[in-house]
């Protein structure tokens, strides 16, 4: 640094910041600075310099699948958000460790944020976890959670109004006159058992009985959701719609719906959730209840950052907008 500090003209302690790309620095000092460097075969070593700093420069993105071991991160899903985030901290000079839970033992949690392989961890999905992001959440600030607020939680959440989601996408089936209208999900899951939730209200704001042999137990698989769907129709051929926890639902639920010589919207239309990228690329397109991802991953990752500096962030609940297209209204 000293060398190159000489031949720059300038201090020892602005070839620091420079090379640290501080803003501090004017961009032509900077780039003088960059350009010197480069010649003489100075490499930061960015390692040493998070040591001292204290840092790793590394946000951990994890995947916890206790409930559906099978499921890969190249669900659409996951996909979409994780590239979101990743956008987001390395916009910030920070590296993502993705990592996938797909069986997670006592303490699991715990132990990533002691590891000290990342300044901030961001958990997609509450999965079954609620005890070990409780735990962890209570001890350590620098915790963020894609998933449903709840009463209990000591971790910083974000995540959409699952329940005004889910009585949007049945309330929407009312209004095109379905009355017969089944829920395919996994109930077990703190935001998807808020979908259910806000299908059960619009259903009983309207004056029907939520029947329990309409709520269909599903995987988060495409092809998990056949099976149980066909049982369903076989036992109750009056069902005229689906309000359905996840796109990936849906679209597998269209297509056992065509196999079977059904069209949709026509015999049965569908709602879906999340509104991936596929939805709108499907044949009929799926109407679906909106996760705003880029925005849930600023939020996110804002959260993180403000948290990591020791500041308290509060939780964030983002409006589900309902994005109607052909799977309910022919032309939509």
């Known amino acids: 640094m000293a060398d190159i ?116 961890v961001i958990v997609i999905g509450q999965s079954d976890q609620q005890d070990a992001l409780n735990e ?45 209208i089944a829920f395919l999900g996994a109930s077990s899951l703190p935001e998807l058992a808020l979908r259910l939730a806000g299908y059960r209200r619009a259903l009983e704001a309207e004056g029907l009985e939520p029947g329990r042999r309409l709520e269909v137990e599903t995987h988060l698989l495409a092809h998990e959701v056949d099976t149980p769907l066909k049982a369903l129709l076989q036992s109750d051929r009056g069902v005229d719609a689906l309000v359905c926890a996840t796109d990936v639902i849906a679209l597998a639920a269209i297509r056992t719906l065509k196999s079977l010589g059904l069209s949709t919207p026509g015999d049965v239309a569908v709602v879906g959730f999340d509104d991936v990228a596929a939805a709108a690329l499907a044949t009929p397109s799926l109407t679906t209840i909106r996760q705003d991802l880029a925005q849930g991953a600023k939020l996110m990752v804002d959260r993180l950052f403000r948290r990591i500096q020791g500041e308290a962030a509060p939780s964030a609940v983002m409006d589900p907008p309902l994005i109607v297209r052909g799977s309910t209204v022919v032309g939509g």
Do not use: K, M
């Not at 390692?47 to 840092?55: E, I, T």
């Open 136 to 180: 962890t959440g209570a001890a350590h600030l620098p915790l963020v959670v894609w998933g449903a607020q709840t009463a209990d939680q000591t971790y910083c959440s974000v995540g959409v109004d699952n329940a005004r989601g889910g009585e949007r996408a049945t309330r929407h089936l009312l209004d095109i006159g379905r009355r017969r």
């Open 5 to 120: 500090a000489r031949l720059a003209g300038v201090s020892v302690s602005t070839v620091s910041r420079a090379l640290a790309d501080s803003r501090l620095i004017p961009a032509e000092t900077r780039e003088d600075i960059f350009r010197i460097a480069a010649e003489q075969g100075y490499v930061v070593n960015q390692s040493a310099r998070n040591l001292r700093l204290q840092r790793t420069g590394v946000i951990a993105v994890v995947i916890p699948l206790a409930h559906e071991a099978g499921q890969p991160v190249s669900d659409p899903f996951f996909l979409e958000l994780v590239g979101h985030l990743a956008d987001e901290i390395s916009a910030r000079g920070y590296d993502v460790l993705l990592t996938r839970v797909p069986a997670p033992s006592q303490g699991w949690l715990g132990r990533l944020v002691q590891s000290g392989r990342a300044d901030g």
